[in-house]
């Protein structure tokens, strides 16, 4: 699901709501805002933040209230995200965090379904990475000039399941 960031959006609003909308429920859900389009002269910067915010996300027990992201679902969905992470940079995209390495866990989790939250930049749009339902905490960031081409990149899909815009011209939110 596209998230499209726009530069007159409250920025901090926006980062929030981003890292809300992949990163809850693991990102294993059909709505998860899986490729953040974000308009290119808040780009760099938005993609630090994000980066810097992730990375602090916290993985592990469940029922810790300080958890964000708990394990996958299963073995083998756990198998499937990672071969998304793993997919990423062969197919183009920058790794700026999380990864293939397990997180951080105490004894009693350490052989658990868990992957660190994982963010991509500048991901290719006819890569698989960008194109697949990945359902986990894998996030894909890319650029837009204007506009049209960030619906033009939004609607690159064959999901249509849900968006998400950021802007502060509710004319230009509702296009």
Known sequence: SPFVVFDDADFERALDAALFMIFSNNGERCTAGSRILVQKSIYPRFVERFAERAACIRVGDPMDE???IGP???PQHLAK???Y???GPKEGAT???GGLDAPELPAAFAM???VRPTVFADVPTDSELWREEIFGPVVCLRAFDDE???LRLANDSPFGLAAAVMS???ERAER
């Open 66 to 68: 300080q958890t964000l």
């Open 72 to 74: 996958m679902i299963s």
């Open 81 to 83: 995200v990672r071969s």
């Open 85 to 87: 992470i793993e997919l």
């Open 95 to 97: 790794l700026l965090t």
């Open 112 to 114: 658990g379904n868990f």
């Open 148 to 150: 049209a081409e960030a």
């Open 168 to 170: 502060r011209d509710l």
